[in-house]
């Protein structure tokens, strides 16, 4: 495994704090995730994502989740990549949280997105997890900002955000399910973020920054 981590640094990224571990999607838990995914994210008649993945069969589910996962890191660069991880509540795992990103050096902007299986939704898991990738982001990463997107209609997530500190940014229509829908954008400014009760410890921080384009070496005159 160390030489898959050095070849891919978020794959050896573990954020902890208190209860809540963020751990970068190795192979090995690319099958619970999918079966914690087929336990079931939302009701049958709402559905939270652009890209109804969710409601894939669940024999068909460790594919899709594996291929997405593989997708990420096969177009992972510091010109776009995406993090997500796999979010393990007092030792259980409970569902995933991300954030993407183009052009990170310039933008310092980076989207989060997120998912629980229902039966742990509720508890303030998700509220946890997303201010442990907002705190990471801006201590860790030099984030100066992040963005995220959620359905008019999906009360819960959106709830998240105004509790993490993110204000509203306009919205957008897309489409769902072959029907339109209106998407409420939302900002988190570094200042607003309403931080997690609990420290960030990060293992593997120096390696993931460098994989971004974070600390590369100065050029030096000589050579120029
Ligand atoms: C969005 C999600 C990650 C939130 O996780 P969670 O652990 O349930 O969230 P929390 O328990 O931390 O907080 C939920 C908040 O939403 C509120 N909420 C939940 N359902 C609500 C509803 N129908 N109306 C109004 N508020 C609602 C809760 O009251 C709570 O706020 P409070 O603590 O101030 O009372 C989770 O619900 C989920 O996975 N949903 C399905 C996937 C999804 O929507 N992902 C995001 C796509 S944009």
Redesign the pocket.
């Given at each position: 495994m160390a030489s898959v981590v050095a070849t891919l640094p978020l794959l050896g990224l573990r954020i902890t704090a208190g209860p809540i571990e963020l751990r970068g999607v190795t192979d090995d838990l690319l099958l619970p995730l999918a079966e914690v995914a087929s336990a079931g994210?939302?009701d049958a008649d709402f559905m939270?994502?652009s890209v109804a993945w969710?409601l894939t069969p669940p024999h068909e589910m460790p594919l899709t989740v594996a291929q997405y996962h593989w997708g990420q890191r096969a177009r992972f660069s510091p010109a776009r990549w995406s993090a997500d991880f796999a979010v393990i509540y007092v030792g259980e795992l409970v569902?995933s949280q991300g954030i993407s990103t183009e052009d990170y050096l310039i933008t310092r902007t980076g989207e989060t997105?997120?998912?629980?299986a229902?039966r742990?939704?509720?508890?303030?898991?998700?509220?946890?997890?997303?201010q442990v990738i907002c705190a990471f982001a801006i201590d860790h990463l030099n984030a100066e900002q992040i963005t995220?997107?959620?359905?008019t209609d999906?009360?819960?997530?959106l709830?998240?955000s105004r509790?993490c500190g993110y204000t509203d940014n306009g919205q957008a229509t897309k489409v769902r399910m072959g029907k339109r829908a209106t998407l409420r954008r939302i900002v988190l400014e570094p200042a607003n973020l309403v931080r997690y009760s609990h420290e960030l410890t990060v293992e593997g921080l120096p390696e993931f920054r460098r994989s971004i384009g974070l600390d590369q070496p100065a050029v030096s005159r000589e050579s120029e």
């Open positions: 994210i939302h939270p994502f969710s569902g997105g997120s998912w629980l229902r742990y939704q509720g508890k303030g898991i998700g509220t946890a997890m997303r995220s997107g959620a359905f999906n009360l819960a997530s709830a998240v509790k």
